[in-house]
C-alpha cells in the first residue's frame, strides 16, 4: 500500500539565531576542545543538545556549576543583567549566543523602564527567555501569560505603560492580548516593530498553509520548544489534528490512519536530518513542498569565535 502524500512546510527547522548559537559552541569545540560550559540548553533540542555533549559540550543550569575562571557560553535565550554580573565577578570568559532579536527585547525593557514606563511583558513565565528580559527591570516589569491576566494588571500611572513580547509566541493570540492591554490602557506604548521573531512568524504561516491541505500534521520539535508547541496549537486551532514529535520514533500509528496526506514542519530550533528521518519512515509516494516566503537573514558570529 503506498505511502500519504508529505505536504513539507518552508520555511522549517533552524532559524539564524540558532545556527548562529549552534555554530559558536561548534567552533568553540574545535578551536579549544572540551569541556565548553553552556549555560542552560543552547537552543531548546534534545538532539542538538545531545550531539553537542557528544562533542564535549557540558551544559549547566546555572553558573555555581562552573569554575571561576572558565569558559561559559550564553544560550540563544539571553540572559538576566544579574547572571551576567556573576560570570564578570567570578572572571569566567562569556562568549554570548543570545540570538540578536532577543537582545532587541532586552534594549527595549531597559529603555521603556528607563523612561518611567510600566513594562508588560507577555511571555511564558517557565521560559528562559522570558526569566532573562524580566531581569532587565523586574521592579517595573509585570508578566502576562493570558488573556485572562490583562484584567488583573496592575500599573502604576495608566498613561506610561509599554508592552513587550517574548519573541517564539502564537501570533494570533499575542495579537489579541496586545488589542485587550490597549483596551485597559489606551496610551499603551509598543515595540517600533514587532518583537515575535521572523522565524517564528514565518514558519506560523507557512504550517497554516499546509494545514489547510493536510488531513494530519506533524510538528518535530522538543517539548520546551515553544515556537514548537505554538505550531501545533496553531493547526489544532484551525481544527485539524497535530502532534509535536521529538523524532521519527515518537510517531504512533493510529496517527495516521485513513490520512492520505500528512502536513510536515519543524520548529526553529530542530535539524533538517529529523524531518528526513520522518519522510522516509512514513514512505511518502510524493512530497510537495509548500512554501510561503524565503528567508535570508545571517547573523554575525561572535569577535571570540570568528575564523582568524
Not at 548562529?20 to 543538545?49: C, D, F, M, S, W
Not at 499603551?188 to 498553509?209: F, M
Request: net charge negative.
Amino acid at each position: 500500500m503506498p505511502g500519504p502524500v508529505v505536504v513539507l512546510a518552508s520555511p522549517r527547522s533552524f532559524c539564524a539565531g540558532v545556527e548562529r548559537a549552534v555554530e559558536i559552541v561548534e567552533r568553540l569545540l574545535a578551536q579549544r576542545g572540551g569541556p565548553i560550559h553552556v549555560r542552560k540548553q543552547i537552543v531548546h533540542n534534545t538532539h542538538v543538545v545531545a550531539d553537542l555533549e557528544a562533542r564535549g559540550a557540558v551544559f549547566v543550569d546555572e553558573l555555581a556549576e562552573v569554575a571561576d575562571g572558565a569558559t561559559v557560553v550564553f544560550s540563544a535565550h539571553g540572559v538576566s543583567p544579574a547572571v551576567r554580573a556573576e560570570a564578570e565577578r567570578r572572571g569566567m570568559e562569556v562568549v554570548d549566543a543570545t540570538c540578536p532579536l532577543v537582545t532587541k527585547v532586552h534594549t527595549e525593557a531597559r529603555r521603556f523602564a528607563g523612561r518611567g514606563d510600566t513594562v508588560v511583558l507577555i511571555g511564558h513565565a517557565d521560559h528562559e527567555e522570558v526569566e532573562g528580559t524580566l531581569g532587565e527591570a523586574p521592579e517595573r516589569t509585570v508578566l502576562v501569560q493570558t488573556l485572562d491576566d490583562v484584567a488583573t494588571v496592575e500599573v502604576d500611572d495608566p498613561t506610561r505603560v509599554s508592552y513587550l513580547t517574548q519573541t517564539t509566541l502564537a501570533v494570533d493570540e499575542t495579537a489579541e492580548i496586545v488589542a485587550a492591554l490597549r483596551g485597559r490602557f489606551p496610551a499603551l506604548k509598543g515595540p517600533a516593530s514587532a518583537d515575535i521573531c521572523y522565524a517564528t512568524t514565518n514558519r506560523q504561516d507557512a504550517v497554516r498553509a499546509v494545514a489547510d491541505e493536510a488531513d494530519v500534521v506533524l510538528v518535530v520539535g522538543s517539548e520546551n520548544s515553544s515556537n514548537s508547541v505554538r505550531l501545533v496549537e496553531l493547526v489544532r486551532r484551525r481544527g485539524k489534528p497535530a502532534h509535536l514529535i521529538d523524532d521519527v520514533t515518537d510517531i504512533r500509528p493510529e496517527w495516521l490512519v485513513g490520512k492520505e496526506t500528512v502536513g510536515l514542519t519543524a520548529g526553529a530550533s530542530a535539524p533538517t536530518h529529523l524531518l528526513d528521518d520522518v519522510i522516509a519512515a512514513l514512505d511518502a509516494r510524493e512530497v510537495r513542498v509548500r512554501e510561503t516566503t524565503r528567508e535570508t537573514v545571517q547573523f554575525t558570529l561572535p569577535l571570540d569565535v570568528r575564523p582568524r
